[in-house]
C-alpha cells in the first residue's frame, strides 16, 4: 500500500475561517471598546483578550458577530467551566440539532 506524506501548513479552508474570525475579532473589540462582555464580578479582570464563542465551534459556531463576545481570559474559562450558568446567561448556546 503507497502511502503519501500528509502536507505540512494550514489547509486553504482553515486559512479561510482564520481570516474570517480575526476580522470578526477586530469588530467585537471595537464593539465592546476592548472590555469583558461577561464580566463574573469576583474575577474579571475587565480587559478582553479573549474572543468567546456563544454556540461552539464544535457545534457549528461561527465567527459571525452575533456569536462572539470579548471577554477577560477569567471570564472565558469561567463560562466554559460553569455551563450551567452560561447557559442561562446566554454566554453559551446550545445547538439546535
Known sequence: MKRTAI??????????FLKEFQDARAAVVVRSHARCEIRVWDICT??????HHQ?????????????LLACCSECHRYAHDHPTESYAKGWLIRSES
Not at 7 to 16: D, E, F, I, L, T
Not at 46 to 51: F, G, L, S, V, Y
Not at 55 to 67: M, V
Open 46 to 51: 475587565t480587559r478582553a483578550t479573549h474572543i
Open 7 to 16: 502536507k505540512p501548513g494550514v489547509s486553504k479552508r482553515h486559512r479561510a
Open 55 to 67: 454556540l461552539r465551534r464544535s457545534q457549528g459556531g461561527s465567527n459571525d458577530l452575533d456569536n
